[in-house]
Every structure is written in structure tokens, then in C-alpha cells.
């Protein structure tokens, strides 16, 4: 046998057994239904397009990941606890820490912020970081400042669509006279983050 193929006079004897589908991993989450359900998927979808979702990671290797990165920097991820769908690990003073994203009524909380969407949550955290802390129960200041994505370098479509939704604003967009390809584009994720 060269190659890995088979040889001829084998073939005929051999079997091929057919691949059982896989299973779907069973869901950790409460189910949702109607709305919240909606809500939910859109937002791992949203998520999934930030760059910065990295989905199942162990709270060890985010911090890990971190570690080298700057003050400030966070990244979300699958909770480790099953009662909490999504958890932020930010770069700290004094090292990585995880704070779990509260889902309660149809709204993500992050401390005293509230948003239908976690990426907009971020946003609003990153926005408020600039002046104040956010404060947690325990005393610790958490200070967002930047994503850690999955690809460190943002294409020029991004760039431009940051850039875009950062002098025009989410409520400016129906006014901008651009081409269809173009608004959806920036509709897909109208974010500053």
C-alpha cells in the first residue's frame, strides 16, 4: 500500500460501515421560549461576529490568554456555571478576572448596565469605563477598555464600519445616503467596539 490507498485485491473485501451522525452536545442553558429564545440567538450570532466571543473557553486558559495583554483588555466567553449563559475576563492590575453576565427579563446585565445585547453591553461598559470603574459587590474595580479578538488585525470593511457608526451613530445610520450592500453591511454589526 503506497499512499494510504488500498490495494486492489483487498478492496472487495472491504466494509464500509457507515458514520453515525453526530450527537448534539446537550444544552447547559435553561430552555428559552418566543422572545427571550429570539433574544438569545441573536446575541450568540452578534457575538460570534464581534471576534471577541470565544465561546466555550475554560476560565484558565482566558486568563491565561490575557495575562500578556494589556490593562483593560476582556474577552467573553461561555460561562462556566450553568445558571449564566456568557462571562467577561478582563486583564486587570492586578491580573485576570471573570465576572459573570446576568440574563434576567430579556436584558444582559453587567453590574449597574443594562443592554438586549451583550455587544452593545461592552460597548456601554467601555463607554463608561472612560470615566468610572465599574464597581463590583466585592470591592473590585473592573476598568474595560478593549476587546481581545480572535484576529488582532481588523480588516479595512471594519475599520470603516467602526468607523462609521462612531461619527454617525446607530440612530444616524437612515439618514447616510449609502448602497444597499453597504448599509447591511453596517447593520450587521453597528457597533464601536
Not at 3 to 12: A, I, K, L
Not at 53 to 75: C, S, V
Not at 89 to 110: A, H, N, T
Not at 178 to 189: G, K, N, V, Y
Request: charged share 20%; aromatic share 8%; with cysteine.
Amino acid at each position: 500500500m503506497v499512499g494510504g490507498g488500498v490495494c486492489p485485491q483487498q478492496e472487495s473485501a472491504q466494509i464500509i460501515y457507515p458514520v453515525p451522525a453526530p450527537l448534539a452536545p446537550p444544552s447547559r442553558y435553561r430552555l428559552f421560549r418566543g422572545s427571550e429564545r429570539q433574544l438569545v440567538e441573536r446575541s450568540v450570532v452578534t457575538l460570534q461576529a464581534s471576534g471577541f466571543y470565544w465561546g466555550p473557553l475554560p476560565t484558565k486558559e482566558a486568563h491565561a490568554m490575557l495575562e500578556r495583554e494589556q490593562i483593560g483588555t476582556f474577552l467573553v466567553r461561555d460561562s462556566s456555571q450553568g445558571n449564566h449563559l456568557f462571562s467577561v475576563s478582563i486583564k486587570m492590575e492586578s491580573g485576570p478576572v471573570s465576572v459573570r453576565v446576568l440574563f434576567l427579563k430579556g436584558f444582559f446585565w453587567l453590574r449597574e448596565l443594562c443592554s438586549d445585547c451583550p455587544v452593545k453591553l461592552l460597548e456601554l461598559a467601555v463607554e463608561k469605563c472612560q470615566q468610572t470603574p465599574l464597581r463590583c459587590q466585592n470591592g473590585i474595580q473592573l476598568t474595560l477598555s478593549r476587546p481581545l479578538r480572535r484576529t488582532r488585525i481588523l480588516s479595512l470593511q471594519q475599520m470603516c464600519r467602526r468607523s462609521i457608526i462612531t461619527h454617525h451613530g446607530r440612530e444616524g445610520l437612515p439618514a447616510l445616503r449609502i448602497q444597499p450592500a453597504l448599509r447591511r453591511f453596517i447593520e450587521d454589526f453597528p457597533f464601536k467596539i
